[in-house]
């Protein structure tokens, strides 16, 4: 396997010797030919393709002179060039003109045959024709076979670097989405959303029911809207021919797509409101073309049901889902008027999804914008605009009390913490500054503050108690819906995403994400040893190559892999955990028992969130397993091992194994390991920085619960 360098050195040689292809070719004839040099950057016209522009220093194949232009070959295509862009004068009489035609010309009947030569850049003209081609034949999913093969046959050189691969490759995992049926779609993201008779219902399942009318009204909430219930067809029957052209013959916005698409996207709500932006809001597609794909990405699917958090009735807040639109308009006029803390072109993609992912009434917007007027860089004084009310703690009442969850009501009737962060965090998207909102677990119980960005860094710890000891706080990430924490959020943004290196390894990522039948076990290992190698800071291929690992059997390697793994990602704790568990579950299948125990103890040591349901993972399956004694002894055991017990110990751990002990008819042993836990609770006898202990609070529940029904879920003060 090549060295970094080594694929660094290729690059660099290909820009010289950059249609070593066509070289090939000729080498491979037989017949004489010519060959002539380009004086300096050329455009060449490609018959009824359009123009293309080559660097001067190219070398390009003879097929035959017509007049004072010379027809010459561009890889696979015929193209023209004027003789005195050429160094043809000197050249003519060094071998006589071979009539060799190209394997493939550009055209009408075959316009992807420019699109396979990977080598050469993408005329707009010959671009156009291809989308109208594959649109026109619904042709998406082949389309990406054909490009990607033709990348797969040629992903080990230097071109990977050059814009021509990179474009084609962007296509190709753009066709790939658009060539998926919306039913695959639809049951990739509903799999194992919706119970019926209290089980969950696999992809499968609900393939073959998507017409069944209690399908549809509970799967509509999870995609958003009735409109986004998936139609008959592919995907990329959504847009019309003219949308379609418009869309994919913006080179930017494809690249920022192919780039952030996630398998876990909603293809059909993606191009739903990029159709929709299209159509509507064509300048900013233009010239905002990150803003847009951020709207894509997070609008794709309906919210959360307990968003913005589960401590306030739905109806009261003054939800607008469907309005990207007005939305885009908002901050666009915003930045027209300067009222932005930062600049919409400047933001990332990955910063832009934390600024436009509350669909609220814009009213909301319009009140922040006007009466919170902290300066971005101390934005972290948004906490404490809301007082906190204390009287609702005392009162246990943790929900919010009105019926009006505005802005505005908010601050007049005072809140606690999820009031004051879920303020905060609108308050700040309204200024133009990306926000997430936080919700962790400290010494007295559950917290919530929130983060933004302040310059180029996340700030995580607006409203966090230091004392409290969060070991993390969890947030959405509004492209999923899926919890992300501050540790993995502070990691991937240190990660320099325009480094070659990384842009390098992404590439190879995405190849291998492609279905391609060119693919076999050895070219797929290749490219992910690539990618691992050109930029070792990806997990993901860390995870791909232990799974082929782990598959063909190779349990000692694995378990080396794993250690590399580990090593590498040492200050992202929540990986490394990962590696660690999964070496030791290798290191057990190895029969080493000793050190597979070890590696599971260290893998959770420093992180309490971690430790707590990994200790609760091995008493559960003694529960499971109706051991309920041994449950309990390993029970006491682990709660030992707690130094500093909080939240996070008594939620994951302390009530579930309570809870399952009293409702298998264990009462008397459910007693014992909550009377245990509470002497070892400092939290549960002495609150720390608050008059009032929450943990305090859920023990006394729990006490109640052992003879009542079920004690609530958790809270946040």
């Known amino acids: 396997m090549k060295t970094l360098f080594a694929h660094l050195g290729l690059a660099r040689l290909a820009r010289v010797l950059w249609l070593i292809p066509c070289l090939a070719l000729a080498a491979a004839d037989p017949s004489p030919v010519l060959e002539v040099t380009l004086r300096r950057d050329t455009e060449l016209r490609l018959g009824g393709a359009g123009r293309m522009k080559m660097p001067g220093g190219g070398t390009l194949r003879v097929l035959a002179v017509d007049g004072d232009r010379l027809k010459v070959a561009v890889g696979s295509i015929e193209a023209f060039v004027a003789i005195a862009d050429t160094d043809y004068a000197e050249r003519k009489s060094a071998a006589p003109i071979s009539p060799v035609v190209p394997k493939a010309a550009a055209s009408p009947s075959d316009p992807l045959a420019l699109a396979d030569a ?13 989308i109208r081609e594959v649109w026109q034949r619904r042709s998406w999913a082949e389309a990406s076979q054909r490009l990607g093969n033709a990348l797969l046959a040629d992903f080990t050189s230097g071109n990977v670097d050059r814009p021509p691969w990179e474009d084609r490759l962007w296509l190709a995992r753009i066709f790939h989405f658009l060539g998926q049926a919306e039913a695959e779609a639809a049951s990739a993201i509903l799999d194992g959303l919706i119970r019926k008779d209290g089980q969950r219902v696999g992809a499968a399942e609900i393939r073959q029911n998507l017409d069944h009318p209690g399908l549809r009204d509970v799967g509509e909430k999870f995609l958003g809207d009735a409109e986004n219930w998936p139609r008959p067809g592919l995907v990329g029957e959504r847009l019309d021919a003219e949308t379609a052209v ?25 191009w739903r409101v990029l159709g929709d ?32 958090h589960g401590q306030v009735e739905r109806d009261a807040v003054p939800i607008r889902w469907g309005n990207w639109k007005e939305m885009a308009d908002y901050f666009l006029a915003a930045q027209k008027a300067g009222r932005l803390a930062f600049d919409l072109s400047k933001l990332s993609v990955d910063q832009l999804k934390f600024l436009i992912d509350a669909p609220l009434d814009q009213a909301e917007f319009a009140w922040a914008a006007e009466n919170i007027k902290i300066p971005p860089r101390d934005f972290e004084r948004a906490f404490r605009v809301v007082e906190y009310d204390t009287g609702r703690i005392k009162s246990q009442q943790y929900d919010w009390p009105g019926k009006i969850y505005t802005l505005e009501e908010i601050r007049k009737a005072d809140g606690i913490c999820v009031d004051q962060a879920y303020f905060a965090c609108i308050a700040g998207k309204a200024r133009g500054i990306p926000t997430l909102y936080f919700r962790g677990q400290g010494r007295d119980g559950g917290h919530a503050w929130f983060g933004f960005l302040r310059g180029g860094d996340w700030l995580m710890d607006a409203g966090r108690y230091e004392q409290q000891n969060y070991e993390s706080g969890e947030a959405w990430d509004p492209q999923t ?14 990660l320099a995403s325009e480094r070659t290196h990384f842009k390098y390894s992404r590439k190879m990522l995405i190849l291998c994400g492609l279905p391609l039948t060119g693919w076999d076990a050895a070219k797929r290992r290749k490219a992910f040893d690539i990618a691992l190698e050109s930029c070792p800071d990806l997990p993901e291929t860390w995870l791909a190559i232990g799974e082929i690992l782990e598959t063909s059997g190779e349990r000692a390697a694995l378990a080396s892999h794993l250690r590399g793994m580990a090593r590498q990602f040492e200050k992202m704790e929540d990986v490394k955990a990962l590696a660690q568990a999964w070496l030791a579950e290798t290191e057990a299948k190895l029969g080493n028992t000793h050190r597979a125990e070890q590696l599971q103890a260290s893998a959770t040591q420093g992180r309490s969130d971690l430790a707590s349901r990994a200790a609760y993972d091995l008493v559960a399956s003694l529960l499971e397993a109706k051991q309920y004694e041994q449950a309990y002894e390993k029970y006491a055991g682990l709660l030992r091992q707690f130094k500093d017990p909080g939240g996070d110990l008594f939620y994951t751990f302390v009530r579930p194994t309570v809870v399952h002990l009293h409702r298998a008819g264990e009462t ?25 202990s929450l943990l305090a609070q859920e023990f006394a529940e729990l006490d109640a619960f052992l003879g009542d029904p079920p004690a609530k879920a958790a809270a946040s003060d």
Not at 289 to 308: E, M, N
Not at 481 to 494: A, K, V
Not at 668 to 688: I, T, V
């Open 481 to 494: 819906w899926l919890p992300i924490n501050d540790h993995q959020l502070r990691f991937i943004s240190s």
């Open 668 to 692: 008397g042993l459910a007693r014992r390991a909550l009377d245990r836990a509470r002497n070892h609770f400092p939290a549960s006898e002495q609150p720390h920085s608050s008059p009032f």
């Open 118 to 130: 990977i080598h050469i850049p993408l005329p707009p003209e010959a671009r156009v024709r291809i």
């Open 246 to 270: 418009a869309l994919l013959s913006n080179p930017e916005l494809v690249s920022l797509l192919a780039r952030h698409l996630s398998p876990l996207d909603y293809q059909p709500g993606v």
């Open 277 to 308: 932006l299209q159509a509507n809001r064509p300048q900013l597609i233009a010239e905002q073309p990150r803003l847009a794909v951020a709207l894509a990405i997070v609008y794709d699917r309906g919210l959360p049901s307990d968003w913005p």
